[in-house]
């Protein structure tokens, strides 16, 4: 637990610094490492590090591929870089059938996928809504406190297990902590936010806040947050692997980390392109 909050005291100062900055190279940046990151912890966990050619082709993919998503000049090559990547992984499949297997190779091609077009969702967040840090903090914070809330309040209180041959240590208890935990945090960020704007940035505040759909973000949030955890755990226990890595002591590694967030971000991405949860006061 002690080593959980350590992580916590470095990581949410960078994520801070990430949101006050508020500028698309650098959260677009930001993003592109954690896809990195995520994916080589996967391949690792899979041993296709040691297929060069498998781990060259998807690390490159993964690096472009938020650019080529969240740029209006790139955005509509996505398609030729999706087949030429796919055409690519047949062909190494194809030169070394004996050894690489269909389901295996389907496996990193769909993270490959997965992970930079969710991840650039939040990018995407930032860039295309006037109060895009705003949602941004909503993707980040709803799936990670629901977690950490689930973590402690299961801890203390757990006793029904949610999905014992998939991921052990989860309980409803947990679950129902988590989901508490989540809909109090969406409330003090969507009342604390005009505040924010008011006195901090020393703007007006000519919007209102849809405190009603954050409390209904929160609760889908939890639980597609918990959706991405489960089959993250699912993963790994097919891979025999505890964590996907360790550079985050307490948490395991990247996608142990965003993995709750997999589902969150482009939900949440294709709710606010109708439902926005700051509206402008209208005179």
């Known amino acids: 637990m002690i080593k959980r909050i350590l992580t916590a005291a470095v990581a949410i100062p960078i994520v801070v610094l990430m949101l006050w900055l508020h500028n698309f190279i650098v959260t677009l940046a930001a993003m592109t490492l954690v896809c990195v990151l995520a994916v080589?912890?996967?391949?690792?966990?899979?041993k296709y590090f040691s297929n060069r050619g498998i781990a060259a082709v998807c690390m490159i993919f993964v690096a472009?591929?938020?650019?080529?998503v969240c740029s209006d000049v790139l955005y509509p090559y996505v398609p030729v870089l999706a087949f030429v990547f796919l055409l690519t992984m047949f062909l190494i499949m194809l030169s070394d059938h004996e050894n690489v297997k269909f389901q295996e190779m389907a496996l990193v091609s769909?993270?490959?996928?997965l992970v930079p077009l969710s991840i650039s969702t939040i990018v995407l967040l930032q860039e295309k809504y006037e109060h895009g840090v705003y949602y941004m903090i909503l993707v980040l914070l709803i799936p990670w406190i629901s977690d950490a809330g689930a973590y402690f309040v299961g801890s203390a209180f757990?006793?029904?297990?949610?999905?014992?041959?998939?991921?052990?240590?989860?309980?409803?208890?947990?679950?129902?902590?988590?989901?508490?935990?989540?809909?109090?945090?969406?409330?003090?960020?969507?009342?604390?936010?005009?505040?924010w704007v008011e006195t901090v940035?020393?703007?007006?505040?000519?919007?209102?806040?849809?405190?009603?759909?954050?409390?209904?973000?929160?609760?889908?949030?939890?639980?597609?947050?918990?959706?991405?955890d489960f089959s993250a755990s699912l993963l790994k226990r097919q891979?025999?692997?505890?964590?996907?890595?360790?550079?985050?002591?307490g948490h395991g590694g990247i996608m142990d980390r965003f993995d709750s967030v997999l589902f969150v971000a482009p939900f949440f991405y294709l709710v606010f392109k109708f439902v926005e949860p700051v509206t402008k006061i209208i005179a």
Not at 174 to 194: M, N
Request: hydrophobic content about 55%.
């Open 110 to 113: 769909f993270v490959s996928f």
């Open 64 to 68: 472009v591929m938020p650019s080529f």
């Open 201 to 228: 940035l020393n703007g007006t505040v000519s919007f209102t806040v849809n405190i009603p759909l954050l409390v209904l973000l929160a609760v889908v949030g939890t639980v597609f947050g918990v959706i991405g």
């Open 40 to 46: 080589g912890e996967v391949l690792l966990a899979t």
């Open 158 to 195: 757990g006793k029904h297990k949610m999905a014992p041959k998939i991921s052990p240590k989860k309980s409803w208890e947990g679950f129902f902590g988590g989901l508490a935990t989540a809909i109090i945090s969406a409330l003090v960020v969507g009342f604390g936010y005009p505040w």
């Open 239 to 249: 891979c025999m692997v505890k964590d996907f890595g360790s550079i985050l002591p």
